[in-house]
């Protein structure tokens, strides 16, 4: 049973320790022992692959590598080497270190402060116990360096804030990690976003900038970056066009449509220059979409890419615009660049991370080689790969620890106290009163944590090649800002970029100041019809409607184009040269009949009647004439009615033509008797015009037509129009002639089986149907119908009707008086009957 309890036992602790070890390949922990173990949080991979939707626990995979950020690590394990090998901070004493990859994840990030808040060692750590104060808790860290990005920084120091275990982050740069009651723990080595929204609001106050946008992330440190932007640029009374959020997270499913919806909101503003507070990764997307829609703008850059060589790398880098920045201070950390040229794969501690990315790329396992990771990577110069200013805070950052811990453990120039078994929130209460010399300048951390420090201003020099950064200027908290004069040069860029908004508005547009909130002055477009002849107009001015137009950003007024169914065009030339045969056809026919008068044939057509008929037609046609040109009213007013009278008394006079044949040859002497005494053909043509007189009368007095002026269903015309005034009576008059012509048409039907030699009632019958047709399709068309052309259907429903009565009671009577005289005699007929 020993043996059994001996081997469980054993088998216990090789299972503990080799599941941590997976855990710690998972996490990717890098760690050297030490006196006193500083921890680490870095993002050296990117993002988290398979994040969205997850619906298990299951292990998650890192994805893209960043050697940028892997040197960051780096930075750190070569500044505590620095303390290791000086005896002047931390004599007899040796740093330690773990490091975490937190994949920029933070989820990732809390697992790996959970591992480092751990009480023991190794495979034998107990996570943070849950119990009443800590007081006495002695966890194997003392203190975390890290990490980068504010969202995951604040994560990580609130599971901090319980055992009091100071981090100090150098690049989480959010206004609310400044709040000690929530983060009493928390410092960082780079001033609070609050100082860099100041500068960047003072920022576009000197290059007066009329209207500027913002972009942050949705996380803590965008978000209250662009809403601390908002009110430093408010209280020095500038505009800020708009804010937006856009997701923090590369995964996210909403970040491409997040970004296309703000290229449509930067499009449509008035922002001279825009604010992107976020990350790099995030900020590369979004130039991505800007190049796409050829947005050139200025660009202010957060400290988080100012020189950001990914950003950089982005391709047509060269038409984004113009990237203006803020930098943390970027010292050299001596010793480091030589230290990173020669640094092979197999030297670094950090070679797990370096392992990995090797295997995926063309270098297959070179990581086991001596050839230097700089040269291996193929780069140029260390700006390619060393972020001066992060390095930089790391190094005072270590140096931070290291001098707090030398007041802790009472050292002297030789020795130290080696109780290293104190609580983490003693070396808490040694860091707030630090101070130590860097760079000529003194370092402390303030009341809230902060590092004094300001911040560099810098512009990217880009071209097709690549893009160096230059410092332009500088930031001195709390609120001085400071310009090299040589930047006058870029001025002359941000004129050039100006987009939408303007101080200077050209003729055709006004001026309108923006509110909510008021911004600048934007050039508002002049409507049609109106327009502003000077530059900075405040007003645009009306043109004359009645004669005049304009285009939408006029300078002047242009004469509009008289709109009416004239003379000159070449339908209707057609149309009155038709009237004009059909008026010289009348009086032709009027010859031929008063010549042949006696004759049957045109005793039987109507014989006088003949010559009303005619005369009627003769008017008609005439009143066509006036259907052409420019409207005037006594000629609106005269032609409709000249037009339904005369085709009343055509009808009325072959009415009673018909009339009297259907008298003629009813041989029932009762019916002939009571007929004759209505065969009077001048009565029933009086009254017949007669009511047609007064219809149009009625029409005349009570709502006439009349000559207008349309304009408002054409920009660049007017249109001269008779106006009808009502349709109804209009309708009225149409529908008489139509009832007179179906009068007529019943006449013929009844009268179909008397003898007929020259088939008077066949052609009238035709004549009649003709005309019913006509003005049928005469009333969808017209009422369809719109523009200049309404009167030309009406003169071709008038033609043709005028022609469908001289072709089918006229025209076959001369045909009989030059072709058939043999049954143009009295015996003929009499024979025939």
Not at 179 to 206: G, I
Not at 657 to 674: C, H, M, P, R, W
């Amino acid at each position: 049973r020993p043996k059994v309890s001996l081997y469980f036992l054993m088998f216990a602790s090789l299972s503990c320790l080799y599941f941590s070890l997976l855990e710690t390949e998972f996490l990717g922990e890098t760690s050297a022992p030490g006196d006193v173990i500083i921890g680490g949080l870095f993002p050296i991979h990117e993002q988290v692959e398979n994040l969205v939707n997850r619906t298990e626990p299951t292990t998650l995979q890192c994805a893209t590598f960043q050697i940028d950020r892997f040197l960051l690590a780096e930075s750190m394990i070569y500044s505590i080497e620095m303390i290791n090998n000086s005896s002047l901070i931390l004599p007899d004493v040796k740093l330690g270190y773990k490091i975490f990859d937190t994949c920029a994840d933070a989820t990732t990030a809390l697992k790996a402060v959970m591992k480092l808040t751990a009480k023991g060692n190794a495979s034998l750590a107990v996570p943070l116990p849950p119990q009443s104060d800590y007081i006495n808790y002695v966890p194997s860290v003392k203190a975390v360096l890290g990490e980068a990005n504010s969202e995951i920084s604040i994560v990580a120091a609130r599971f901090l804030t319980v055992p009091l275990m100071p981090q100090i982050s150098y690049s989480s740069t959010s206004e609310v990690l400044s709040e000690k009651s929530k983060f009493p723990s928390f410092f960082r080595t780079v001033p609070s976003d609050l100082h860099q929204s100041k500068a960047m609001a003072k920022l576009a106050e000197y290059f007066n900038w009329s209207s500027v946008g913002a972009i942050g992330s949705d996380d803590e440190y965008g978000k209250y970056g662009i809403e601390n932007f908002v009110s430093q640029a408010e209280k020095l009374g500038l505009c800020v066009a708009f804010y937006r959020t856009v997701p923090s997270s590369l995964s996210h499913e909403n970040l491409d449509s997040s970004i296309d919806k703000i290229m449509h909101t930067i499009h449509t503003s008035s922002a001279e220059a825009i604010v992107l507070f976020t990350k790099d990764s995030i900020v590369k997307k979004i130039f991505h979409k800007a190049l796409e829609h050829k947005e050139k703008r200025i660009w202010i850059a957060s400290d988080a890419w100012a020189t950001s060589k990914s950003v950089a790398e982005t391709e047509n880098i060269q038409n984004v615009g113009t990237v203006l920045g803020f930098s943390l201070p970027r010292r050299n950390i001596a010793g480091f660049e030589k230290h990173v040229q020669t640094l092979t794969p197999i030297q670094t501690p950090l070679k797990y991370f370096l392992k990995k990315y090797l295997r995926n790329s063309a270098t297959n396992y070179a990581y086991l080689s001596n050839t230097s990771i700089v040269k291996m990577m193929k780069y140029e110069s260390p700006e390619e790969y060393i972020r001066l200013d992060q390095t930089y805070s790391i190094y005072l950052a270590v140096n931070a620890f290291a001098h707090a811990l030398h007041k802790l453990l009472n050292c002297s120039s030789h020795k130290c106290n080696k109780n290293f078994s104190f609580p983490p929130w003693k070396l808490l209460e040694e860091l707030k009163t630090v101070s130590f010399p860097a760079n000529e300048v003194e370092f402390k951390f303030d009341s809230k944590g902060d590092s004094t420090l300001g911040y560099e201003i810098l512009v990217w020099n880009i071209t097709r090649r690549n893009v160096t950064t230059e410092v332009v200027g500088e930031y001195i908290i709390p609120d001085r800002i400071s310009i090299n004069q040589h930047i006058k040069a870029f001025t002359n860029i941000t004129r050039q970029l100006s987009v939408n908004c303007s101080k200077s508005c050209p003729a055709g547009y006004k001026l309108k100041k923006k509110s909510n909130p008021i911004c600048c002055y934007e050039c508002d477009p002049c409507k049609e019809n109106t327009f502003s002849k000077a530059a900075d107009a405040t007003e645009c001015s009306a043109c004359n409607s009645s004669y005049e137009w304009a285009p939408k950003t006029s300078d002047k007024c242009m004469k509009r184009i008289e709109l009416f169914f004239g003379w000159s065009d070449g339908f209707a030339i057609t149309l009155a040269t038709l009237a004009a045969i059909g008026i010289l056809i009348i009086l032709v026919i009027m010859v031929i009949f008063t010549v042949n008068l006696k004759t049957p044939v045109v005793k039987g057509a109507g014989g006088i009647l003949c010559y009303v008929m005619l005369s009627s037609l003769l008017i008609s046609f005439c009143s066509v004439g006036l259907y052409i040109g420019k409207p005037k009213d006594a000629i609106c007013k005269v032609r409709q009615p000249l037009f339904g009278i005369s085709f009343s008394l055509c009808f009325s006079s072959i009415l009673a033509n018909l009339f009297q044949i259907y008298v003629g040859f009813t041989f029932d002497k009762a019916s002939k008797n009571e007929l004759h005494k209505f065969n009077k053909p001048l009565p029933i043509i009086v009254c017949g015009t007669a009511i047609q007189v007064v219809i149009c009368t009625i029409w005349l007095v009570i709502k006439p037509s009349s000559a207008k002026i349309d304009r408002a269903k054409f920009a660049k015309e007017i249109l001269h129009k008779c106006e009808e005034g009502s349709f109804v009576p209009f309708g009225v008059m149409l529908g008489y002639i139509a009832l007179l012509a179906l009068v007529c048409f019943l006449f013929t039907f009844k009268g179909r089986h008397l003898p007929d030699l020259y088939k008077n009632g066949k052609f009238n019958t035709i004549s009649m149907l003709i005309y019913l047709s006509v003005w049928m399709c005469f009333v969808p068309v017209f009422i369809s119908t719109d523009g200049k052309y309404v009167p030309a259907v009406e003169t071709v429903a008038i033609l043709a009707s005028n022609y469908s009565i001289l072709c089918c009671h006229f025209f076959p009577k001369c045909y009989i008086i030059f072709f058939r005289k043999e049954i143009n005699k009295e015996s003929a007929i009499t024979e025939y009957i």
